[in-house]
């Protein structure tokens, strides 16, 4: 079955520091992996996806994910965390052994940068 | 252009009693999927609808039910509620079948508070 782990419930970073939140994935065949961000009384907000191709990939708001086959790890990374990117972050694999396809996602990471 | 949008935002049952939760998905998006986020976790698949015909369903008991009209907008019912439904309801959209690379954008979900 496809699964997705977020090893870590909670990061703190310091405002201007490199961030790293954690994600492994269990899949059969090519993985297709998301990053999610949930602020607050908020829906998720997309970040990036992994589909195929270069293994580091880039997505909103400076964040950026290197996807790792070796390790089934799909990190999502920042050079300088910003106060504002204080949020729950989501890592999430497609699960298409069912028609239409859904996402199965991880059980999240409470990121907290302080000034 | 809008988002997706859900509606209520919020709202208070009691054990027993049903739910109608409604989602209207971005202009030109035919597919809509709904999860359900209790306090803590990630999110859960629930349902997905794509052209109106059910095309995937969660782990979620008979109590749960959706259905999509033919302006691609959605509801998501819940029979005989029990305290354990409480949670946030979120609704997805996407252009297709989450085949490929289509990407779930999420509304702002329904916050049901079941006493």
């Known amino acids: 079955a496809q699964s997705v782990a977020q090893p870590e419930d909670q990061v703190n970073v310091a405002e201007g520091n490199p961030l790293t939140v954690k994600c492994t994935y269990s899949?059969?065949?090519?993985?297709?992996l998301f990053w999610y961000v949930q602020y607050p009384n908020r829906g998720l907000q997309f970040l990036l996806k992994y589909i195929t191709g270069d293994n580091l990939v880039k997505g909103s708001y400076g964040f950026e994910a290197e996807f790792n086959k070796s390790q089934t790890s799909f990190h999502l990374k920042k050079p300088s965390a910003l106060v504002s990117d204080s949020a729950l972050y989501f890592c999430?694999?497609?699960?298409?052994?069912?028609?239409?396809?859904?996402?199965?996602f991880g059980q999240g990471t409470e990121l907290s940068v302080k000034p | 252009d809008a988002g997706v949008t859900q509606s209520p935002t919020h709202l208070i049952k009691t054990r027993g009693q049903h739910v109608t939760l409604r989602c209207s998905p971005i202009s030109g998006h035919k597919s809509v999927s709904w999860y359900q986020q209790v306090l803590g976790q990630g999110p859960q698949f629930i349902f997905q609808y794509y052209e109106k015909e059910e095309r995937g369903r969660g782990n979620f008991p008979d109590r749960f039910s959706a259905r999509q009209f033919p302006n691609y907008s959605s509801e998501l019912n819940v029979n005989a509620l029990l305290l354990g439904d409480s949670a946030l309801y979120l609704c997805a959209s996407s252009l297709r079948s989450l085949a490929g690379a289509n990407v779930l954008t999420f509304g702002a979900g329904s916050r049901l508070t079941v006493l």
């Open positions: 899949v059969s065949g090519n993985p297709y």
């Open positions: 999430a694999v497609r699960d298409d052994t069912s028609q239409g396809g859904k996402l199965i």
